[in-house]
């Protein structure tokens, strides 16, 4: 039976009916069960084991905090949110992420550094400013491998800094979301170590960091600079394997063209609809994952510099 309740739709649209989704319900259970059993035998699995298969869940839960954000599984916000509560990367409160994304979901603004959170571009006058180890640092990062190994360290500092500066300007939204992620990273500490006895050193370099190591492959290359708006996100024709890791996100101009789409309705909505949505990104598509690491595991995708500026707006867009 399915069950129905009102929501309002996130992309601030008149109230509707949204059915509850048991798929991603179950992918949730799954997730934290998991991980749970992961860390549980710890002691008797070798490393090689505890890796690979904490990291793809870790970054799985991320995914489906993605899902959460845009008002799934369920008519009720606080519900959804309370499912993917307990955090097992440690590193970004869910209720800034939210904040965030929703913010970058204003595709006017895609990749213009000023206003797209989730942009890697920086102004050509900022980038010049930069210099010496900084500036290698953001070399490596702009290249696939550096986003792997050292994207999560370099997000991790480079967002904290900037939510550190906005509570200490007075921001209290930002603190409650901070306020609420001390018990959602309390809960996954206390299970690692206070019941399971994993060391957190083991647990964070064998599953947290690799989990947000893993989620950087996705947004690698989701958006590039272009002069048209709808040119800027991209499609990657994955296997199975990444479309679950990634709940279908992988068919990014399909998400962003419809961004409420539950993620098991997205391939066939990208099928439907592949040839008008591949006209108006002018071909940005990948054939899996493979063509990602293969063309840029080493090598940078784009400059870091944003390539002109004439592309991008004089005020950032505020539309729904």
């Known amino acids: 039976m399915t069950a129905t309740t009102n929501i309002t739709d996130t992309g601030g649209g008149a109230a509707r009916k949204r059915s509850t989704e048991w798929p991603t319900i179950g992918l949730i259970v799954l997730v934290y069960a998991a991980l749970a059993i992961l860390v549980w035998f710890h002691a008797s699995l070798p490393w090689w084991i505890i890796l690979p298969i904490g990291a793809y869940f870790t970054a799985l839960q991320s995914s489906l905090q993605h899902e959460v954000l845009h008002g799934h599984p369920t008519g009720n916000r606080l519900l959804n949110e309370a499912l993917v509560f307990p955090s097992p990367h440690l590193w970004l409160p869910f209720r800034r992420y939210r904040d965030t994304h929703l913010t970058h979901h204003n595709d006017d603004n895609l990749t213009d550094p000023r206003f797209d959170p989730e942009s890697y571009y920086l102004l050509p006058e900022d980038w010049a400013a930069i210099t010496g180890p900084k500036k290698i640092l953001f070399e490596l990062n702009h290249t696939l491998a550096g986003r792997m190994i050292l994207g999560p360290a370099i997000s991790m500092a480079r967002f904290w800094r900037g939510e550190f500066a906005e509570i200490a300007r007075g921001d209290r939204h930002v603190l409650q979301g901070w306020l609420l992620f001390i018990p959602s990273a309390a809960i996954t500490i206390l299970y690692v170590v206070g019941i399971a006895g994993m060391p957190f050193w083991k647990y964070y370099f064998l599953i947290a960091y690799p989990g947000i190591s893993l989620a950087l492959v996705r947004s690698y290359c989701e958006h590039r600079a272009a002069p048209g708006v709808p040119e800027r996100t991209v499609a990657v024709e994955a296997s199975p394997f990444w479309s679950l890791l990634y709940l279908n996100n992988n068919l990014h101009v399909a998400h ?32 899996g994952y493979g063509e990602v690491f293969r063309r840029y595991f080493f090598s940078a995708k784009e400059p870091i510099s944003y390539p002109d500026v004439t592309w991008l707006k004089r005020e950032p867009s505020t539309k729904n």
Not at 272 to 279: F, G, I, Q, S, T
């Open 256 to 287: 962003h063209t419809w961004p409420n789409l539950a993620w098991y309705k997205l391939p066939a909505y990208y099928r439907a609809e592949k040839a008008r949505l591949l006209e108006a990104n002018h071909g940005y598509a990948m054939n």
